[in-house]
Structures are given as structure tokens and as C-alpha cells.
């Protein structure tokens, strides 16, 4: 045997497509040659199949090696192939029957003296894995993850002897299994925490119900970050599909997967974020905040100090769900299905509007920070909210408001209605949102005639109608009449205090 073909998986965005290492060994003078792997990865992981080689007691071949990793167009980094790449020699060499590697593929990172170290992505390996139905060997570091991915035997090695003394049956190692099925825990942060602010709960629970995106501003110190910090804690649960493909971005970018198992992400990226930490990308693409908050909550404290070039690029993941980020020889998209929910001061020195500090910015300085907030993005949120200044007295009062637990009771009932109808309210196109909420000729006129007056633009309109369907979901109503259209209203605050409808 001279020929030998390993299956391996590379790492392209949340997918893992199947790569062939084929090993072939020629009289000559003795040399590793790799192609189908960028010069870097290459000089990096023939030194380290060497050192691991060697240091591990089998012969490394005094023959000329030719190695190709097919498909050549396949981008692949980092030192996932190493095990492959070994394995690929061993069987070469003849150190290994050919047989023993039959339905086989593996993952894994060599060290000098031959110990596997984790990687990342290995979960949605290990899903493309399970489909093609082989077996999978991994580092015992990366074996938790890989048998999240179900109906797949996962093999965990320590040290590259072992998987050797597997693979010629000297000794066997039993497949991987998790503990114990995981289990989803609970946000620990409670709306009980939270005194006072009955509007801004009362536009938390709405945005939560119908998926809506949520700005609250107001002076420091009122809790809106208390409070957007605790939307995920009544928001649904995950499912197990939605489960695995958190845990699968999360794979990606190496950050630990059980102990979070099918919480909703609440991400909080620092205003100083640049594009590639917000939106993915780098030099190697990876996720960024945005497909880290998959099917949770991103939060943007202080929206006003982001680059607004950054919050630009938002703008096609809050309309499509997903990210894509090109890069000169290859294209990567990652799912980013978050609920948006910001906060900003209405000035720069924070106190416009307080009762209890008075503001020292100029008329221009307010009017600069405000335009910073591009109306595109303003656009995509239903819910604009003031989260005013506390009197002293409610600050102090021992008044608890309802438990998370409660309000997600009435969040599930909204969202089972909203199921019934297809979609998420937010989610709606504007003609499935005219027919849900039924209006009468009568209100409709009446909506027209009050946005005009309060100077809202047409836009307001939709929003509007999104923002009093959710509200008459909460309420069990099956359509929308004048009086949730009033209380929807009251939720396009910022439009007045700012300007943008004209009126201030
Ligand atoms: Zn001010």
C-alpha cells in the first residue's frame, strides 16, 4: 500500500464539507509535500505530523510524500488536518491496514509530542458527519460537542497512540457519550428586579411577545440596561433545532457549548466594537455578536456611540436573518437571527428632560447626537421608548413588579397565537399585517388622521399596526381596534422627542 485516503471535514461558515486527504508515497528523495492547503497552514502542520510522528515511535517514511487535500478550492486553516494528515502516512507506511479506516473520518489538532488538542467547529462536523453516516474519531477535549450532534458514534482520543491502538484493535475505545442529556437552565436575571418603569415593562413584555425590536432612552441610572438585560428571561426557550444551531456558531468561534445549552443568547457588545467583532469577518472569518445572538437578544447600550458604519451593516441581518461576509477568494454566511434591543441617552451629558440634574448640552449638540442614529435603522424599531427619571420616591419603594416567570406565561400565549397565523408579528409583510389586524374603515381613517397630526411619517403606519397586533395578542383579542392602536401610539416616543417627525 502507497496510496492512502483519509475523510476529513473542513470549516466553511456553519457548514462542514467533506475533504479527501490522499497520501501517496514514491521512491525519491525523501520530503513531505503538501498541496491543496495554503503555504502557512502547510509548513505549520507538516512540522507538527513529524514531531508527533516520531515523538510517538512510528517510522515517519524515509520515501518522497506527496499529500493533497481535496477539493484544492476548498479554503482550509488551521490544524484540524494534522490527525488526517498522520493517519493518511501511517496507512501509507503500511503501520495501519487500509481497512481500519473504512467509514471512518477524524479531526484533530497534533501536538509535538503526539497529544490531540481541541479545535473549533467540530459540532457541525460532527451533524455533517452523523448524516453521512460514518463514524468519528476527535479529540477527547472536543467530544461533549461532537456528541451533541446525535445518532453518530463519536470516538475521543487522547493521544494520537491511542487512536493507533484503535484502529489495529490493540485497544478499542468505546464510543462517547454524554452524561446525561443536557439540560436548558434558566436565565438567572428576573423582571422582579426591577422597580418602577411600568411603561418601559409593559413595552419589554410587547417586544418580547411579537419579536420587536425595542430602544429605550433616557438620563443614566433609570435601568434601562436592567431591563433589556432581562428580556431573554421571558422569552420562550429554546427548541432542540434552535439549540443546535446556537451551539453550532458558538462551536465556530470555540466558546464553550453545554453550560449554555439552549439559553437564549443575550450578547452586550461595548460601543468600541469594531465592524468584525459586531457583524463577523477578520482574516480568518468568524462569527461576530451578531450570529452570537442567533435566536437571542443583542443589546447596544449607548446606540448613538457606535460607528455608524458599523450599525449600516446591521441593516441587511434585521431585514434577512443572515450575514454574509466576502472575502477576495471565498464568500461566508452565517445565520443571525437576533431581537435588537438598545438604549441611549437623549443628549450627550445624559440629562435632557431630568427632573433631578439639569442638561448643559447645547440646542446643536443634542440636534448632532441624535442624527448620529441613522433612520434605516430606526426603522426597524417597532418600539421607541422613554425610560424617564424616577421621583425619589419610587426609587426607594420596596414595590416588586410580576416575576419573569409570569410575564413569559402570557408571552407564550401571544406567540402560540402568533404560530397560529404563520409568523411572528415583527416578522410580517406588510400585506399578511393588514389582514391580521382587520381594521374597520373607520379606524383606519382615524390612524391616518392622528399620525399626521403628531407629524409621524407614513412609515410610522406599519410600525404602528405591528406593535397594537401584538398588543391585542397579549390581551386574547382577535383584532386590532382603537384602543390598542392608542397604546401602539405611545410607543413612537423617540419620533417626537427627536425631531424626526418634524415636531420636538
Ligand atoms: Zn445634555
Known amino acids: 500500500m502507497t496510496l492512502a485516503i483519509i475523510r476529513t471535514r473542513a470549516s466553511v461558515g456553519l457548514d462542514a464539507p467533506e475533504v479527501l486527504v490522499e497520501v501517496h508515497l514514491s521512491n525519491g528523495l525523501p520530503g513531505l509535500a503538501i498541496v491543496g492547503l495554503p503555504e502557512a497552514a502547510v509548513k505549520e502542520s507538516r512540522e507538527r505530523v513529524r514531531s508527533a510522528l516520531i515523538n510517538a515511535g512510528f517510522e515517519f517514511p ?56 481541541r479545535i473549533t467547529g467540530v459540532l457541525p462536523a460532527a451533524m455533517a458527519v452523523s448524516k ?77 411577545a411579537g419579536g420587536h425590536n425595542l430602544l429605550f432612552a433616557g438620563p443614566p441610572g433609570t435601568g434601562k440596561t436592567m431591563l433589556a438585560s432581562r428580556l431573554a428571561s421571558i422569552l420562550p426557550p429554546l427548541d432542540d433545532d434552535e439549540s443546535l444551531e446556537v451551539a453550532a456558531v458558538r462551536s465556530v468561534c470555540g466558546l464553550p457549548i453545554l453550560e449554555r445549552w439552549g439559553q437564549r443568547p443575550f450578547r452586550a457588545p461595548h460601543h468600541t466594537a469594531s465592524a468584525a467583532a459586531l457583524v463577523g469577518g477578520g482574516s480568518k472569518p468568524r462569527p461576530g455578536e451578531i450570529s452570537l445572538a442567533h435566536h437571542g437578544v443583542l443589546f447596544l447600550d449607548e446606540l448613538p456611540e457606535f460607528d455608524r458604519k458599523v450599525l449600516e451593516v446591521m441593516r441587511e441581518p434585521l431585514e434577512s436573518g443572515q450575514i454574509h461576509i466576502a472575502r477576495a477568494s471565498h464568500q461566508r454566511q452565517y445565520p443571525a437571527r437576533f431581537q435588537l434591543i438598545a438604549a441611549m441617552n437623549p443628549c450627550p451629558c445624559g440629562h435632557l428632560g431630568d427632573p433631578r440634574q439639569p442638561c448643559h448640552c447645547t440646542a446643536n449638540q443634542v440636534q448632532r447626537y441624535q442624527a448620529r442614529l441613522s433612520g434605516p435603522l430606526l426603522d426597524r424599531i417597532d418600539l421607541q421608548v422613554e425610560v424617564p427619571a424616577l421621583p425619589a420616591a419610587q426609587l426607594t419603594s420596596t414595590e416588586t413588579g410580576e416575576s419573569s416567570a409570569t410575564v413569559r406565561a402570557r408571552v407564550l400565549a401571544a406567540r402560540e397565537r402568533q404560530r397560529q397565523r404563520g409568523n411572528l408579528n415583527a416578522h410580517l409583510a406588510p400585506r399578511e399585517l393588514e389582514a391580521a389586524c382587520d381594521l374597520q374603515e373607520g379606524e383606519r381613517a382615524w390612524l391616518s388622521d392622528v399620525l399626521n397630526r403628531l407629524n409621524l411619517s407614513a412609515r410610522a403606519y406599519h410600525r404602528v399596526l405591528r406593535v397594537a397586533l401584538t398588543i391585542a395578542d397579549l390581551n386574547d383579542e382577535t383584532r386590532v381596534e382603537k384602543k390598542q392602536l392608542m397604546e401602539a401610539i405611545g410607543y413612537r416616543q423617540l419620533d417626537r422627542m427627536m425631531g424626526r417627525g418634524g415636531a420636538s
Do not use: W, Y
Not at 96 to 116: N, Q, R, T
Not at 186 to 195: A, F, G, K, N, T
Open 62 to 117: 524515509a520515501k518522497r510524500i506527496t499529500l493533497n487535500l481535496a477539493p484544492a478550492d476548498l479554503p482550509k486553516e488551521g490544524g484540524r488536518f494534522d490527525l488526517p494528515i498522520a493517519l493518511g502516512i501511517l496507512v501509507a507506511s503500511g503501520q495501519i491496514p487500509e481497512e481500519a479506516v473504512d467509514g471512518l473520518e477524524c479531526l484533530g489538532e497534533l501536538a509535538l509530542d503526539g497529544k490531540l488538542r
Open 132 to 208: 453521512a453516516g460514518h463514524r468519528l474519531i476527535v479529540p477527547a477535549d472536543n467530544a461533549d460537542e461532537a456528541a451533541l450532534a446525535g445518532r453518530l458514534e463519536v470516538l475521543p482520543a487522547v493521544h494520537l497512540l491511542d487512536v493507533v491502538a484503535h484502529l489495529v484493535k490493540e485497544r478499542v475505545i468505546s464510543p462517547h457519550q454524554l452524561g446525561a442529556p443536557p439540560v436548558a437552565s434558566l436565565p438567572e436575571m428576573d423582571l422582579l428586579d426591577v422597580r418602577g418603569q411600568h411603561q418601559a415593562r409593559r413595552a419589554l413584555e410587547i417586544a418580547a
